[in-house]
Each structure stands twice: as structure tokens, then as C-alpha cells.
């Protein structure tokens, strides 16, 4: 069985080494057996897994997530179904931070258009709207 350095799996799965001990720490990747030198060697198949973490990564998963999916890969009895309520529940989650940014995104856009003069950065309505605790500007 052909066995592949720490710095050999991060470069044929396109992340850094650091990212590769973070995975190992949150057990997202199973802890590798040590040579007589110590060098740990991992299988042809964590380079597999490590591209399973990055692409749920860039589909908006947390590293929880990520590690729910992968147990949901390998217990016996899983099925399709249950991953794809997970990701039914990661769609809703991401139209609520679509809105949620939409929302801060005309928000800003008012300050700054509030913002337009000349005046002392004392009198600056952005400055004075994140100053402010509490509820959020309203809108003028």
C-alpha cells in the first residue's frame, strides 16, 4: 500500500500543510500512522477526503458540518436522504445570508448617500449610525 508525506497529501489536495495538522486536530482527518523517524504517512485516500472537506468548504458548510457529512458517508445505515435534508437545511441558511447582507448592503448604501457632504467626520451618519447600540439605523 503506497504511503504519502504530510506535504505530498497538502499539495495533491491543493491546501497548505497547517491546514492539514487544523484537520487532524478536529478529526477530520483520521490521525496517520508514524514512520521509525516519526514522519506521519497518510493513505491514497486522504487526499480524497481532504478535497471532500475544501468542496463542502466552498459550498458554504462549517467544519461541524463537514464532519457530520463524512460520518454520514461511512456509518452503515445512512442514506441519501438524510444528506440531503442536510443540505436542504444549508440552502435555507444561505438565502437568510443572502437576505441578511441584502439588508446590510441598503443599509450602508443609505448612510453613504446620507453621507455625501463635506462635513466633520463628528457629524458623519455612519459613524454616528455604528456608534449607536441597539436596533440598526432606521430608514430615512
Known sequence: MSRITTSVLAAR?????????????????PKPPRTAS?????S???????????RAQELGFTLKE????LALRVESGSSCAQVRSRAEEKVRD??????DLRRIARTLSRLA????????TGACPILESIDEPGEPPKKT
Not at 491514497?44 to 478535497?51: A, D, I, T, W
Open 38 to 42: 516519526g514522519y506521519r504517512v497518510f
Open 66 to 69: 463537514i464532519k457530520e457529512l
Open 94 to 99: 444561505i438565502e437568510q445570508k443572502v437576505r
Open 44 to 54: 491514497p485516500e486522504s487526499v480524497r477526503r481532504v478535497r471532500f472537506i475544501k
Open 113 to 120: 448617500t446620507a453621507c455625501a457632504t463635506r462635513a466633520p
Open 13 to 29: 489536495a491543493g491546501v497548505n500543510v497547517p491546514s492539514i495538522r487544523f484537520y487532524e486536530r478536529l478529526s477530520l482527518l
